[in-house]
């Protein structure tokens, strides 16, 4: 897999389609990785003790690594290859 933890990485497919964000974790057997504030979806927690509080939380869920690109801030555009970077 070509990209690490803490890369800038741009979403090419999907319905975050343009916006970018840093990797915070990489799954490589399942060919995920889950990035900052992208693919946000809303979690019910429910109260696991007396006085604890339930609701929604919204947090990042993976996404496949096929939808994200390698981002080069100084050309503003996705990128194939770390080399590129340089």
Request: hydrophobic share 35%; glycine share 8%; charged share 35%.
């Amino acid at each position: 897999m070509k990209i690490k933890k803490n890369d800038n990485v741009i979403v090419i497919a999907g319905k975050d389609k343009g916006k970018t964000g840093k990797v915070l974790a990489v799954f490589p057997r399942r060919e995920r990785v889950l990035v900052e504030h992208i693919n946000m979806v809303k979690k019910h927690s429910r109260p696991r003790r007396q006085g604890e509080l339930g609701g929604i939380q919204e947090r990042e869920a993976p996404i496949h690594a096929s939808n994200v690109m390698l981002f080069d801030p100084r050309r503003n555009k996705g990128v194939r290859s770390p080399k590129s970077l340089e």
